[in-house]
Nanobody, 121 residues
Framework: QVQVVESGGGLVQPGGSLRLSCAASGSFLSVGVMRWYRQAPGKERELVASINSGGSTGYTDSAKGRFTISRDNAKNTAYLQMISLSPEDTAVYSC???????????????WGQGTQVTVSS
């Protein structure tokens, strides 16, 4: 069984920083691209950042310069370092990992439950 679990969310003041983690665990063959999404109240979910197994990254415009995605392939974990946070960054942050569970299955995205990030004074 494959699990994806996010952690690291919380309450932070404007201008503050947080580091989120996304860990894949269980029985699987490989982890490909890992993506961070966020969904603010009343808004659609948006892709924030992504990283493939080779370390190539991509960011949405709102994340560029403030967020950094990285990963530790040995730990099957991706991180999202966020700085200069503003109230507009308040959202549930979720991770999706493209995982191939076995030789007989194709890769598919597994999602975590999400972690709340609240930026407020």
């Amino acid at each position: 069984q494959v699990q994806v679990v996010e952690s690291g969310g919380g309450l932070v003041q404007p201008g503050g920083s947080l580091r989120l983690s996304c860990a894949a665990s269980g029985s699987f063959l490989s982890v490909g691209v890992m993506r961070w999404y966020r969904q603010a109240p009343g808004k659609e979910r948006e892709l924030v950042a992504s990283i493939n197994s080779g370390g190539s990254t991509g960011y949405t415009d709102s994340a560029k310069g403030r967020f950094t995605i990285s990963r530790d392939n040995a730990k099957n974990t991706a991180y999202l370092q966020m700085i200069s946070l503003s109230p507009e960054d308040t959202a549930v942050y979720s991770c999706a990992a493209l995982i191939r569970a076995s030789l007989s299955t194709a890769s598919e995205y597994y999602w975590g439950q999400g972690t709340q990030v609240t930026v407020s004074s």
